[in-house]
T-cell receptor, first 113, second 115 residues
Framework: GAVVSQHPSRVICKSGTSVKIECRSLDFQATTMFWYRQFPKQSLMLMATSNEGSKATYEQGVEKDKFLINHASLTLSTLTVTSAHPEDSSFYIC?????????FGSGTQLSVL | KQEVTQIPAALSVPEGENLVLNCSFTDSAIYNLQWFRQDPGKGLTSLLLIQSSQREQTSGRLNASLDKSSGRSTSYIAASQPGDSATYLCAVRRRAGGGADGLTFGKGTHLIIQP
C-alpha cells in the first residue's frame, strides 16, 4: 500500500524558533498533500492543502505567513512553523491522496517551550 | 460548515464483544466517508472508505454502513480483540471539484478492549 513518511516524529524547541516538518510519499506521486493539526482531545483540523508547483490553500483562520508550506516535488511537502510559540504546540500530521483514499504520515508532536 | 460527531467518545468492553461506533455529519453533500484507526502518538490507518453512492463496506471484522440522507455512518466491529484498542476516527470528504477536498474529522471514539 501507499506509504507516507513524516519526520521528525517529535520536536521540542524554544519559543521564537522555526521548525520544519517534512512529509514524503515513498512509493507514489502526490500532487496534493494535506496538513492537519490536532490539539489534545480535539479532532484533526485541516490547516492547508499543499499543491505541487503552486501556492498552498489555507483554511480559514490559519495564518499563511506563520505556517509556510512548500510542495516543491511530487513526493515532498514541507511545513515550517515560523517563530513558534507555546500555543503552536500540537500534533501535526500530513496526508496524501492515493486514488480515493488518504494515507497519513505518523505525525509530529511539536512542543514549544 | 460541516461538523462530524462521534458517539460514544470512549468505550471499554471485554474481549469478544461486538461493538457499534456511531458517526454523524451535518452536511449530507459528501463525496465519501472514511473510517480510520489512530494509535497513540502515531499516524492514521485507513480502515474503510465508503463512496457517497454506496451503502456499506466490509473489511475483515469491520463493517460500516452509510446513510447519506440522514447524515449517519455506523461501524460494527465483530468479536473484538485487545489489538483493536485504539481511537477510531470518522471523516467525510467534501464534494469533489469544489476547491480543497480535505477531510473533516470527528473527535473519535477511544476504544479499549479488555483481555
Amino acid at each position: 500500500g501507499a506509504v507516507v513518511s513524516q519526520h521528525p516524529s517529535r520536536v521540542i524547541c524554544k519559543s521564537g524558533t522555526s521548525v520544519k516538518i517534512e512529509c514524503r510519499s515513498l512509493d507514489f506521486q502526490a500532487t496534493t498533500m494535506f496538513w492537519y493539526r490536532q490539539f489534545p482531545k480535539q479532532s484533526l483540523m485541516l490547516m492547508a492543502t499543499s499543491n505541487e508547483g503552486s501556492k498552498a490553500t489555507y483554511e480559514q483562520g490559519v495564518e499563511k505567513d506563520k505556517f509556510l508550506i512548500n510542495h516543491a516535488s511530487l513526493t515532498l511537502s514541507t511545513l515550517t512553523v515560523t517563530s513558534a510559540h507555546p500555543e503552536d504546540s500540537s500534533f501535526y500530521i500530513c496526508s496524501a491522496r492515493f486514488f480515493e483514499k488518504l494515507f497519513f504520515g505518523s505525525g509530529t508532536q511539536l512542543s514549544v517551550l | 460548515k460541516q461538523e462530524v460527531t462521534q458517539i460514544p467518545a470512549a468505550l471499554s468492553v471485554p474481549e469478544g464483544e461486538n461493538l457499534v461506533l456511531n458517526c454523524s455529519f451535518t452536511d449530507s453533500a459528501i463525496y465519501n466517508l472514511q473510517w480510520f484507526r489512530q494509535d497513540p502518538g502515531k499516524g492514521l490507518t485507513s480502515l474503510l472508505l465508503i463512496q457517497s453512492s454506496q451503502r456499506e463496506q466490509t473489511s475483515g471484522r469491520l463493517n460500516a454502513s452509510l446513510d447519506k440522507s440522514s447524515g449517519r455512518s455506523t461501524s460494527y466491529i465483530a468479536a473484538s480483540q485487545p489489538g483493536d484498542s485504539a481511537t477510531y476516527l470518522c471523516a467525510v470528504r467534501r464534494r469533489a471539484g469544489g476547491g480543497a477536498d480535505g477531510l473533516t474529522f470527528g473527535k473519535g471514539t477511544h476504544l479499549i478492549i479488555q483481555p
